[in-house]
């Protein structure tokens, strides 16, 4: 059993950055060893989108196209925690957040939601001038 915790959430102009941050808490004795972590968000007519996601056994990353370049993904599984860094944030991005866990499977190239069966509650992005 994994639980997650989004913050780092707020408000920036264009261009501007935010540091996400998922805290997991797992079953005392567990680490996210083994545990995929992915970064979703809600857009308009879906309910989530991924944006990126970490491996946790070689820890190989995947962004969605319009994030590359902009949003690092990163994770410390010795903290349980998984950050995700987005620079030139624009109104476009601006949205809910949430982290999400599965098996390393899972994220890949198609970035899908499938298989992430544990999900934090979301944080706020604003991105306005």
């Known amino acids: 059993q994994v639980q997650l915790v989004e913050s780092g959430g707020g408000s920036v102009q264009p261009g501007g950055s935010l540091r996400l941050s998922c805290a997991a808490s797992v079953a005392s004795g567990y680490t996210l060893d083994g545990y995929a972590i992915g970064w979703f968000r809600r857009v308009p007519g879906k309910e989530t989108e991924a944006v990126s996601c970490i491996r946790s056994s070689d820890g190989r990353t995947h962004y969605r196209n319009s994030v590359k370049g902009r949003f690092t993904i990163s994770r410390n599984n010795a903290r349980n925690m998984v950050y995700l860094q987005m620079n030139s944030l624009k109104p476009e991005d601006a949205t809910t957040y949430y982290c999400?866990?599965?098996?390393?499977?899972?994220?890949?190239?198609?970035?899908?939601?499938?298989?992430?069966?544990?999900w934090g509650q979301g944080t706020q992005v604003t991105v306005s001038s």
């Open positions: 999400a866990a599965g098996q390393d499977h899972y994220c890949s190239d198609y970035l899908g939601r499938g298989g992430f069966d544990y």
